[in-house]
């Protein structure tokens, strides 16, 4: 059973919709059930995202009316090129739409199918499509206005309490995972479950930082929540990278081992006491047993030294990580607008930049042109009065589910739910209807079923089918000023919306067989392409936007990877490959000579060996003479760069990381024999 605050927001949403239905009566507008359908759109139990989806559904109807008013006198003595103009502008706002991933690329998308929704009704009579666009104009507005006052005046909730509860859940599961890493008692299945479930969550926080602002939320905070996502990215691959650090450190210097536990214990209790308070003493105190375990300059010479300092590196990131995400997670829930500062600082951090599979974008888009040309043609062919709307809804649901990787399920249950609302509408026309006479009993009519629909809206397993159904009725119902209502009309022009959808539904089956598996593969070819695109020369300023953007192309990597059934460790490792020739080409201007030469020969080798893979069109065993290059540059630089003790660590840790990363468990090369030991997780899926 809903609880009762879903509840309320099913009896404000249907008060919301009856305001608006009454009032465009009373206006006595042509479609008043656009005012009470768009009411149900629009709304949301959260203030942010209703603000901010009545903005953008203004913003869309607008444009989208607009041209109509502009196309439809200028290309209606002409169907078949007034089909293309429709087709090409839906298909151009919704590639242009599929470029934003928060709640503004709602306005876009609407407008491309906005023009469809009034043009093609008025194909018949053009001069029509003023009163058309402008009453449909009016009845949205008016359906937007009811729903943002009503909204806001009972019981509005905010959205930046549940940003609070999702980044709880995700710091909960980051803490159990990297506790699990710290404390060495990791198994792979509840790992890999965890990092999934991060993910998740990791990705839904996108869009309501979007709305944050839309509900009044104070800069400070949402600056924080932005820094807060941006930090959360990087934990996976820092975990990553101690995790193998670890590993190679029990594996090849065991004596070391004694020496580093004690520093993990503490590390693990100052993890779970984090959650009290990210207090800058003990985060200072843990740093400081960190530094004082740091082998000298010197030291660096023995390679058993250097695994100490690089597990004593990815621990420092970790903890200096996990300070700022705690603190920003404070900062947040109490609402602090004091100025955040970070602990956690690198040369590669900057903001995110959303990595886009513009041939993948593409192709859905000209699939969806494709179709609304093809229903189109054959609306025009078959001479179906209100063939219209099928073209319409087929439109529709191509925008709507575009940027699935499997849209065809959604479309199907679009279809059915569709179906359902035709039948319920026809219930409420001829059944129900004729028997009222005044506007009381025709809301005391709807009361019911509409309040318990709803309120199931608010669930989200239950939202696109109650809303489908709650918005597909109240428009098949056609409610006008006055009764009217013939059986052979109402079937004829609302059969072909389900037919519109079925249309859409076995076209996509049809182009856009492919899934999720073919986005998983073209993501890992973007990966390799952009190691191999390293070894070409590039500003720091690029080098830290393509850092960037492969990082929010692992958020979308993994998932895929998961659903498909393959390892998402993989993936990680390929990105910190990435990562570590990053710091090296950051890092090699600073020395000189045969060392500079030896870290620009690891890059290109490492460019090499990608290029390979892509070639192959499979993932390719690291050459064995890469790895024995790697030695040789560390060799090169002790001798090298002892005056610049910083630089001569950074790249140390770079190429330990990189070669941890191409092999797991191998450190040095010993006698020219390479150790391929598979640590946890590790299961050599093919691609």
Same mark, same amino acid.
């Given at each position: 059973?809903?609880?009762?605050?879903?509840?309320?927001?099913?009896?404000?949403?249907?008060?919301?919709?009856? $305001?608006?239905?009454?009032?465009?009566?009373?206006?006595?507008?042509?479609?008043?059930?656009?005012?009470?359908?768009?009411?149900?759109?629009?709304?949301?139990?959260?203030?942010?995202?209703?603000?901010?989806?009545?903005?953008?559904?203004?913003?869309?109807?607008?444009?989208?009316?607009?041209?109509?008013?502009?196309?439809?006198?200028?290309?209606?003595?002409?169907?078949?090129?007034?089909?293309?103009?429709?087709?090409?502008?839906?298909?151009?706002?919704?590639?242009?739409?599929? +470029?934003?991933?928060?709640?503004?690329?709602?306005?876009?998308?609407?407008?491309?199918?906005?023009?469809? *929704?009034?043009?093609?009704?008025?194909?018949?009579?053009?001069?029509?499509?003023?009163?058309?666009?402008?009453? /449909?104009?009016?009845?949205?507005? *008016?359906?937007?206005?009811?729903?943002?006052?009503?909204?806001?005046?009972? %019981?509005?909730?905010?959205?930046?309490?549940?940003?609070?509860?999702?980044?709880?859940?995700?710091?909960?599961?980051?803490?159990?995972?990297?506790?699990?890493?710290?404390?060495?008692?990791?198994?792979?299945?509840?790992?890999?479950?965890?990092?999934?479930?991060?993910?998740?969550?990791?990705?839904?926080?996108?869009?309501?930082?979007?709305?944050?602002? +839309?509900?009044?939320?104070?800069?400070?905070?949402?600056?924080?929540?932005?820094?807060?996502?941006?930090?959360?990215?990087?934990?996976?691959?820092?975990?990553?990278?101690?995790?193998?650090?670890?590993?190679?450190?029990?594996?090849?210097?065991?004596?070391?081992?004694?020496?580093?536990?004690? *520093?993990?214990?503490?590390?693990?209790?100052?993890?779970?006491?984090?959650?009290?308070?990210?207090?800058?003493?003990? %985060?200072?105190?843990?740093?400081?047993?960190?530094?004082?375990?740091?082998?000298?300059?010197?030291?660096? #010479?023995?390679?058993?030294?250097? *695994?100490?300092?690089?597990?004593?590196?990815?621990?420092?990131? %970790?903890?200096?990580?996990?300070?700022?995400?705690?603190?920003?997670? +404070?900062?947040?829930?109490?609402?602090?607008?004091?100025?955040? /500062?970070?602990?956690?600082?690198?040369?590669?951090?900057?903001?995110?930049?959303?990595?886009? #599979?513009?041939?993948?974008?593409?192709?859905?888009?000209?699939?969806?042109?494709?179709?609304?040309?093809?229903?189109?043609?054959?609306?025009i062919l078959l001479g179906w009065t209100d063939g219209g709307s099928a073209v319409i809804l087929a439109a529709v649901a191509c925008s709507f589910f575009a940027s699935m990787d499997d849209p065809a399920p959604q479309i199907y249950r679009f279809f059915f739910w569709t179906a359902m609302s035709v039948l319920f509408a026809s219930l409420y026309l001829f059944l129900i209807l004729p028997n009222l006479h005044d506007f009381?009993? !025709?809301?005391?009519?709807f009361a019911v079923p509409f309040i318990c629909v709803g309120t199931l809206t608010v669930q989200p397993r239950f939202y696109l089918g109650m809303l489908l159904t709650i918005v597909n009725t109240s428009s098949f119902i056609s409610i006008q000023g006055a009764y009217d209502a013939d059986f052979l009309s109402f079937a004829n022009s609302n059969l072909a919306g389900p037919m519109g959808l079925l249309f859409a539904f076995? %076209?996509? !089956?049809?182009?856009?067989?492919?899934?999720?598996?073919?986005?998983?593969?073209?993501?890992?070819?973007?990966?390799?392409?952009?190691?191999?695109?390293?070894?070409?020369?590039?500003?720091?300023?690029?080098?830290?936007?393509?850092?960037?953007?492969?990082?929010?192309?692992?958020?979308? +990597?993994?998932?895929?990877?998961?659903?498909?059934?393959?390892?998402?460790?993989?993936?990680?490792?390929?990105?910190?490959?990435?990562?570590?020739?990053?710091?090296?080409?950051?890092?090699?201007?600073?020395?000189?000579?045969?060392?500079?030469?030896?870290?620009?020969?690891?890059?290109?080798?490492?460019?090499?060996?990608?290029?390979?893979?892509?070639?192959?069109g499979e993932r390719l065993p690291a050459p064995s003479a890469l790895l024995m290059t790697l030695d040789r540059t560390r060799r090169a630089l002790n001798a090298q760069a002892q005056d610049d003790h910083e630089t001569r660590l950074h790249l140390l840790h770079a190429l330990s990381g990189l070669r941890l990363a191409l092999l797991p468990g191998v450190e040095f090369v010993v006698g020219g024999e390479l150790e391929e030991?598979?640590?946890?997780? $590790?299961?050599?899926?093919?691609?």
């Amino acid at each position: 059973m809903p609880p009762a605050r879903d509840w309320f927001y099913g009896a404000r949403t249907f008060a919301a919709s009856m $305001i608006a239905l009454y009032i465009a009566m009373l206006m006595q507008m042509p479609r008043p059930y656009w005012a009470m359908a768009t009411v149900y759109i629009v709304s949301s139990p959260f203030v942010g995202p209703t603000s901010s989806k009545a903005l953008y559904r203004a913003v869309g109807t607008l444009l989208g009316a607009s041209a109509a008013v502009l196309f439809v006198p200028m290309f209606v003595q002409s169907p078949y090129l007034l089909v293309l103009v429709i087709a090409l502008w839906t298909g151009i706002l919704l590639f242009l739409s599929l +470029h934003l991933r928060t709640a503004n690329s709602y306005a876009l998308m609407l407008a491309g199918y906005t023009l469809p *929704l009034i043009a093609l009704p008025v194909v018949d009579n053009p001069l029509a499509v003023w009163d058309v666009a402008e009453a /449909r104009t009016e009845e949205i507005f *008016l359906g937007i206005v009811c729903a943002a006052v009503v909204g806001s005046m009972f %019981w509005p909730r905010r959205l930046a309490p549940v940003f609070v509860d999702a980044a709880g859940k995700w710091f909960a599961d980051a803490s159990t995972y990297s506790q699990r890493f710290l404390s060495r008692t990791v198994d792979p299945q509840e790992v890999s479950a965890l990092r999934g479930s991060m993910v998740a969550t990791f990705n839904s926080l996108e869009l309501m930082i979007g709305q944050l602002p +839309h509900e009044g939320a104070r800069p400070q905070t949402v600056r924080n929540t932005k820094e807060l996502r941006g930090r959360m990215i990087h934990l996976l691959p820092v975990v990553d990278a101690l995790d193998d650090a670890l590993y190679a450190l029990e594996r090849r210097t065991p004596e070391l081992v004694a020496q580093f536990a004690p *520093l993990l214990e503490q590390a693990n209790a100052w993890l779970q006491d984090t959650a009290a308070g990210a207090s800058v003493e003990r %985060w200072q105190a843990l740093r400081n047993q960190l530094d004082a375990l740091q082998p000298s300059a010197e030291a660096l #010479d023995d390679r058993r030294q250097l *695994l100490l300092s690089n597990a004593l590196y990815r621990l420092g990131e %970790w903890i200096d990580l996990w300070q700022d995400c705690r603190s920003l997670q +404070h900062a947040i829930q109490c609402e602090s607008q004091d100025t955040w /500062r970070a602990v956690y600082r690198h040369w590669r951090l900057g903001r995110l930049t959303p990595f886009l #599979d513009r041939g993948l974008m593409l192709y859905s888009v000209v699939s969806t042109i494709t179709a609304i040309i093809v229903a189109s043609v054959l609306w025009i062919l078959l001479g179906w009065t209100d063939g219209g709307s099928a073209v319409i809804l087929a439109a529709v649901a191509c925008s709507f589910f575009a940027s699935m990787d499997d849209p065809a399920p959604q479309i199907y249950r679009f279809f059915f739910w569709t179906a359902m609302s035709v039948l319920f509408a026809s219930l409420y026309l001829f059944l129900i209807l004729p028997n009222l006479h005044d506007f009381p009993m !025709l809301v005391l009519a709807f009361a019911v079923p509409f309040i318990c629909v709803g309120t199931l809206t608010v669930q989200p397993r239950f939202y696109l089918g109650m809303l489908l159904t709650i918005v597909n009725t109240s428009s098949f119902i056609s409610i006008q000023g006055a009764y009217d209502a013939d059986f052979l009309s109402f079937a004829n022009s609302n059969l072909a919306g389900p037919m519109g959808l079925l249309f859409a539904f076995v %076209w996509t !089956l049809i182009a856009r067989p492919f899934g999720s598996e073919l986005a998983a593969k073209r993501l890992t070819r973007f990966s390799w392409r952009d190691i191999v695109g390293l070894t070409q020369p590039a500003t720091l300023a690029e080098h830290r936007h393509l850092g960037a953007q492969m990082l929010d192309r692992l958020m979308q +990597h993994l998932p895929r990877l998961a659903m498909t059934g393959q390892d998402t460790g993989v993936a990680l490792r390929e990105l910190r490959v990435a990562l570590n020739l990053l710091d090296l080409l950051a890092y090699s201007p600073r020395v000189q000579g045969s060392a500079q030469a030896l870290v620009r020969q690891v890059v290109a080798e490492v460019g090499a060996y990608f290029q390979a893979c892509l070639k192959a069109g499979e993932r390719l065993p690291a050459p064995s003479a890469l790895l024995m290059t790697l030695d040789r540059t560390r060799r090169a630089l002790n001798a090298q760069a002892q005056d610049d003790h910083e630089t001569r660590l950074h790249l140390l840790h770079a190429l330990s990381g990189l070669r941890l990363a191409l092999l797991p468990g191998v450190e040095f090369v010993v006698g020219g024999e390479l150790e391929e030991p598979l640590p946890h997780g $590790i299961d050599g899926a093919p691609l």
